[in-house]
């Protein structure tokens, strides 16, 4: 079976790692017990979302850039244990009439000054 909460300290070492610090450095910046932050490293421990934040915060890497490396890791992980690819089925979204009208565009308008410049 393959534990997300591995995966995630998995990839938190590596961050940590990658920068050349300590557990003792990364703890104190995000304000965690070095016991905990070790846990959560080795996959012991369940991170919330308030001590991920806090622990991306002391390594200044974004959540979702860790959050991207474990579902990259996890998607490795399933084709390694042979798990079936699964097709993802998307229900197209009803779009009321009129909706377009009140929809922002993607593509800027033109304005006075485009105009006159053409």
């Given at each position: ?15 940590r790692q990658?920068q ?11 304000r965690v017990?070095?016991g905990?932050l ?15 934040s806090a622990?991306?915060d002391?390594?200044?890497?974004r959540?979702?850039e ?19 690819v ?9 779009v ?20 006159v410049?053409?």
């Amino acid at each position: 079976m393959i534990l997300l909460r591995r995966l995630l300290g998995d990839v938190l070492r590596r961050q940590r790692q990658r920068q050349g610090r300590t557990l003792r450095e990364v703890s104190a910046a995000a304000r965690v017990s070095l016991g905990y932050l070790s846990e959560v490293e080795r996959g012991q421990k369940e991170a919330s979302s308030e001590l991920l934040s806090a622990i991306c915060d002391a390594l200044d890497v974004r959540m979702s850039e860790v959050m991207r490396e474990v579902s990259d890791e996890l998607s490795l992980a399933e084709l390694a244990a042979g798990e079936p690819v699964r097709p993802v089925l998307v229900e197209p979204v009803p779009v009321p009439a009129g909706a377009p009208d009140r929809m922002p565009s993607l593509v800027p308008k033109a304005s006075a000054m485009d105009v006159v410049a053409a």
